[in-house]
């Protein structure tokens, strides 16, 4: 087994560079899930920046329930308190936006500590080789709607050898590991997620999307391949990936049933999954 450093408070605190993200910060051996304490503190009353970090979680979940693989000591299991939206977004776009640019610090951070260069998959996973090795889970509450509370749970895969993922995980999950070769340093990685994830926040407050959008979608391996859209409540299309609208949609061309050169209009996918399709 990988040796790796425990987090600490202290080594968290010694490098962090943040205004308000991480100030109050709470580290636990083990809890259910990080979301749940932080939306519970923040049904309390926890201050904007309030982060919750787990060494391990007896209960973690992605998108729609999905239990998430939460190994003690190895990985990052961590979630923000972010209050307020800014004067220049709507509230629709904040929270369109949120889960994007969060995914989008993470792969900032990971290129600073680790050297390990992510890409990202529509909304919020962020790939490894095509493999998934962390994801972004946004849970909301509203005092009013002037007020809004995200809190932001980021899961990623650090210090787990291969061999230690369970079996039906190894054809699709990755831990920066992998492309490391050598034990990463997790509270410097914190410290710094926390950094790089402030100052997206504060631009999108300041700024809007725009440069965001395009940091985006450079990284983005979802754009300009061949997807299915699997849906709720609506049939699922195959199309091409084209775009990302001004809120975050991803714009997808279905394929015409009849013929390739017939163009279809441009669907606006904000909730569903997205599978890449080989091609």
């Known amino acids: 087994m990988v040796s790796s450093a425990p987090l600490n408070l202290d080594s968290i605190r010694s490098t962090l560079a943040t205004t308000s993200l991480g100030h109050t910060l709470y580290l636990h051996q083990d809890l259910l899930s990080t979301n749940t304490e932080a939306v519970s503190l923040a049904r309390t009353g926890a201050p904007h920046g309030t982060v919750v970090i787990a060494e391990s979680q007896s209960g973690g979940y992605g998108r729609h329930g999905r239990t998430w ?7 990052i299991y961590c979630s923000v308190i972010v209050r307020g939206i800014g004067q220049n977004l709507s509230l629709s776009q904040w929270l369109s936006w949120v889960p994007l640019v969060s995914a989008l610090a993470v792969t900032e951070a990971t290129q600073q500590i680790a050297a390990v260069s992510l890409s990202l998959k529509w909304p919020n996973d962020l790939l490894l080789h095509e493999r998934k090795v962390g994801g972004i889970l946004c849970e909301s509450s509203f005092a009013t709607t002037n007020d809004p509370v995200v809190v932001i749970g980021i899961g990623l895969n650090v210090n ?66 061949q997807v299915r859209v699997l849906f709720t409540n609506e049939q699922p299309i195959i199309g091409i990936a084209e775009t990302l609208s001004a809120d975050g949609a991803l714009q997808v ?19 569903a999954d997205v599978i890449h399709l080989r091609e």
Do not use: W
Request: aromatic share 4%; proline share 12%.
């Open 69 to 75: 693989f939460s190994p003690p000591r190895l990985n």
């Open 160 to 225: 787990v050898p291969p061999v230690s993922f369970p079996k039906e995980l190894r054809p699709i999950a990755a831990s920066l590991l992998e492309a490391s070769r050598r034990p990463i340093d997790r509270n410097r990685l914190i410290a710094q997620l926390l950094l790089e994830l402030e100052q997206c926040l504060d631009e999108l407050r300041t700024h809007g999307p725009v440069r965001l959008r395009r940091a985006y979608m450079a990284r983005c391996v979802t754009l300009e391949r």
């Open 253 to 271: 061309r279905p394929l015409s049933p009849h013929s390739r050169s017939q163009l279809m209009p441009l669907v606006d996918v904000r909730a």
